[in-house]
């Protein structure tokens, strides 16, 4: 039997995947903390024994408790002020650095993950980001391997329809969001509808406590002049290069308080995608200094 400290230390090797996994099906950092503890907590309380594969285990134990929580979750967003965004991961912009997410826990695309229902968006992470058997998927969801064959198949046929486009080169990714912030800062509407591509969408999360759009802005012409408006307003701000959701975004910070953070989509070195996250209930997780 594994000794109590060779647990905790396997469970903290596993605890990164862990997490992703809970945030894959919840988009909330802070959800998917909470869904990571509470399976350690319920590892203690279990007779080791009868676990004979204990990553297998962590990773559906974390599952059900995520998608108990995005279930109960679904009301409180549809009642949700304004668009609702995932909270950004947000790291240094560093290769070295960058958070090893696949490129399905993108911003844009957690968005559209957001319009399946909790057992579909549970069988296409599990299966189609994680690779877990669907014998285990069945576990997570109470469904038989069959049934989660055929919320996996719909839920992929789904995301294809709309997953957004993306550069695969993320030097190329990171020059667009280079130009975008400097674009955006000093105020160039030409500059900044070079750079949209012309059905680019923006969507900002306020959550109702701060100033956010309610609803998605679509098109280069509408969304340059809405930035270059907006950008009146953070005179005196400043803003930094770093990786959200593993790819080049901005954040936006006045001293050490963070107002915002951008998650932007790129595709053939245009931005398709804008998603600007302001809610402070979804940024309080982050560490961030401007220093």
Partial sequence: MTSGEDLADTFDALRPRLIAVAY?????????????????LRLTRTNRSEIEDLTGWLIVTVSRLAVDTLRSARKRREEYVGTWLPEPIVAPDDPAE????????????LVVLESLSPAERTAFVLHDVFGLPFTEVGRAVGRTPAACRQLATRARKHVSARAPRFEVDTAAHRSVVEAFARASAGRDLGGLLALLDPDV????????????????????AKVARFLV????????????LVNVNGWPGIVVFRGDHLDSVTGLTVAGGRITEID????????????WTSE
């Avoid at 109702?208 to 309610?214: E, K, S």
């Avoid at 600007?276 to 560490?287: F, G, T």
């Fill in 98 to 109: 960058r958070v090893t997410l696949d490129e399905s826990m993108s911003m844009a695309m």
């Fill in 276 to 287: 600007i996250v302001r809610n402070p209930e979804k940024l309080r997780s982050i560490q």
């Fill in 24 to 40: 894959g099906i919840l988009g909330s950092v802070e959800e998917a903390e909470d869904a990571v503890q509470d399976a350690w």
């Fill in 201 to 220: 969408v923006m969507r900002s999360d306020g959550g109702g406590v701060v100033l956010a759009t309610r609803k998605p802005v679509v098109g280069a």
């Fill in 229 to 240: 408006g907006i950008s009146r307003r953070f005179d005196g701000a400043g803003c930094s």
